[in-house]
């Protein structure tokens, strides 16, 4: 037996499950397709990685009718702090500067993910779960996706699919689509702490010798560790006994928040950037990670591949008013010349920084000092900065409820 569907979503993550919500109004027959039961993601050791998620974000989630489910266990960004350990240069942002309540807001993934999850059986998204994708052959104007079950294989036969699998997406090796890899060789060093002072709502973003090392806000006195260092030193500063750790993590970020205690495990993430070469193949549409992975210095991963579901389902919306087919080549293509721009600009983005506030070179280092007191100066520096930060350089729309 072979089920028929306009949109097949690979991948039930947090991209895939809300590329299925915003196509609830299109009236297309839409199936979210997830390896993982939701017991087992909740138990995931992912499960404990923070999310920063920009306003932007925020707005789509709750146009999505998630952020209700999701807003109780959110921490608000409500001041940035940047500085250059050892050197003169920070600079300083508030939101009520900008007339906003938050720059964005952080959350333990798990929490998100669960506010989602009950969004979409909510709204009577169709789930095959627990299931994987086995292979893709394309038929015509249909790809048939077979899928393996527990209960036994079954195929789906669909007009698009959609690659939300991940950074490792078979779904985007199976459509021929390459990518790029960049390997920073480093490691992100994540945990939780506790301070002895609250933070009030501030972000620490703080460049050490070793890397980039973030403090975000979560709850009153926590916050969500992300300290990147080189592979070696990684593995020295993970094996570190808690006293020790806390020791070499209050020499590099200081006291501002008085002393700070570990009380979550320590993991270890290696970090790349990786990039799809093109965003579609035959019938095929990449979001996400599957897409693209970024370092997390600007924290925009995630934020970014929001941007692509939503870019996605408004583009979807319009094309099938109008009859068109889902998994068209022109739709395609529109797809991927809209997300051009904002690829460039973060990725970029993102990739620079680790450029400028990694390397010891001191016109390198006198340079980027000056350019942070500059932004902590120049007001409409400031703005154009803190735009970027939380997703308003461009507005997407949603498609409209019915």
Same mark, same amino acid.
């Given at each position: 037996?072979?089920?028929?569907?306009?949109?097949? #979503?690979?991948?039930?993550?947090?991209?895939?499950? $809300?590329?299925?919500?915003?196509?609830?109004?299109?009236? /297309?027959?839409?199936? /979210?397709?997830? $390896?993982?039961t939701?017991?087992?993601?909740?138990?995931?050791?992912?499960?404990?990685?923070?999310?920063?998620?920009?306003?932007?974000?925020?707005?789509? &989630?709750?146009?999505?009718?998630?952020?209700?489910?999701?807003?109780?266990?959110?921490?608000?960004?409500?001041?940035?702090?940047?500085?250059?350990?050892?050197h003169?240069?920070?600079?300083?942002?508030?939101?009520?500067?900008?007339?906003?309540?938050? &720059?964005?807001?952080?959350?333990?993934?798990?929490?998100?993910?669960?506010?989602?999850?009950?969004?979409?059986?909510? @709204?009577?998204?169709?789930?095959?779960?627990p299931?994987?994708?086995?292979?893709?052959t394309?038929?015509?104007?249909?790809?048939?996706?077979?899928?393996?079950?527990?209960?036994?294989?079954?195929?789906?036969?669909?007009?698009?699919?959609? %690659?939300?699998?991940?950074?490792q $997406?078979?779904?985007? @090796?199976? %459509?021929?689509? =390459?990518? @790029?890899?960049?390997?920073?060789?480093?490691?992100?060093?994540?945990?939780?702490?506790?301070?002895?002072?609250?933070?009030? !709502?501030?972000?620490?973003?703080?460049?050490?010798?070793?890397?980039?090392?973030?403090?975000?806000?979560?709850?009153?006195?926590?916050?969500?560790? #992300?300290?990147?260092?080189?592979?070696?030193?990684?593995?020295?500063i993970m094996a570190?006994?808690?006293?020790?750790?806390?020791?070499?993590?209050? @020499?590099?970020? !200081?006291?501002?928040?008085?002393?700070?205690?570990?009380?979550?495990?320590?993991?270890? &993430?290696? /970090?790349?950037?990786?990039?799809?070469?093109?965003?579609?193949?035959?019938?095929?549409?990449?979001?996400?990670?599957?897409?693209?992975?970024?370092?997390?210095?600007?924290?925009? =991963?995630?934020?970014?591949?929001?941007?692509?579901?939503?870019?996605?389902?408004?583009?979807?919306?319009?094309?099938?008013?109008?009859?068109?087919?889902?998994?068209?080549?022109?739709?395609?293509?529109?797809?991927?010349?809209?997300?051009?721009r904002?690829?460039?600009?973060v990725?970029?983005?993102?990739?620079?920084?680790?450029?400028w *506030?990694?390397?010891?070179?001191?016109?390198?280092?006198?340079?980027?000092?000056?350019?942070?007191v500059a /932004?902590?100066?120049?007001?409409?520096?400031?703005?154009? *900065?803190?735009?970027?930060?939380?997703?308003?350089?461009?507005?997407?729309?949603?498609p409209?409820?019915?």
């Amino acid at each position: 037996m072979t089920e028929e569907y306009d949109v097949v #979503i690979v991948g039930g993550g947090l991209a895939g499950a $809300s590329l299925a919500l915003a196509l609830q109004p299109t009236g /297309l027959k839409v199936v /979210l397709v997830e $390896s993982q039961t939701p017991e087992a993601k909740w138990n995931s050791p992912a499960g404990d990685r923070a999310l920063a998620l920009a306003l932007g974000s925020v707005e789509i &989630f709750q146009e999505l009718n998630v952020w209700p489910r999701a807003a109780d266990k959110a921490t608000a960004i409500r001041r940035i702090h940047v500085s250059d350990r050892g050197h003169f240069g920070k600079t300083r942002l508030e939101a009520a500067d900008l007339d906003v309540p938050a &720059f964005g807001y952080v959350m333990p993934a798990r929490e998100l993910e669960k506010a989602v999850a009950e969004a979409c059986s909510s @709204q009577g998204v169709e789930v095959i779960c627990p299931a994987e994708v086995q292979g893709m052959t394309w038929q015509g104007n249909r790809v048939e996706l077979t899928l393996a079950r527990d209960t036994g294989p079954l195929s789906c036969r669909t007009r698009l699919v959609v %690659a939300a699998d991940g950074g490792q $997406s078979k779904v985007r @090796q199976w %459509a021929g689509i =390459g990518q @790029q890899e960049r390997d920073y060789g480093q490691v992100a060093v994540v945990t939780t702490v506790e301070a002895e002072r609250p933070h009030e !709502g501030t972000a620490y973003e703080r460049f050490t010798a070793s890397g980039p090392l973030a403090l975000l806000p979560l709850g009153h006195r926590r916050a969500a560790l #992300i300290w990147t260092h080189d592979r070696r030193a990684a593995r020295e500063i993970m094996a570190l006994e808690a006293p020790a750790f806390e020791a070499r993590l209050q @020499q590099a970020f !200081g006291w501002r928040l008085g002393r700070l205690r570990v009380v979550a495990p320590v993991r270890g &993430f290696p /970090l790349r950037l990786i990039r799809a070469r093109r965003l579609f193949g035959e019938r095929v549409a990449v979001v996400g990670n599957a897409a693209h992975q970024l370092h997390p210095v600007a924290g925009q =991963g995630f934020n970014l591949g929001l941007r692509d579901v939503m870019t996605l389902a408004g583009l979807l919306r319009r094309h099938v008013r109008q009859g068109g087919d889902p998994g068209a080549l022109i739709l395609l293509e529109r797809y991927a010349h809209a997300r051009a721009r904002d690829h460039d600009r973060v990725i970029g983005f993102s990739d620079r920084l680790i450029e400028w *506030f990694t390397s010891p070179a001191p016109p390198l280092a006198l340079a980027r000092n000056l350019g942070l007191v500059a /932004l902590d100066h120049l007001p409409l520096a400031k703005r154009w *900065f803190t735009r970027q930060a939380m997703g308003k350089a461009q507005r997407l729309g949603v498609p409209e409820r019915q």
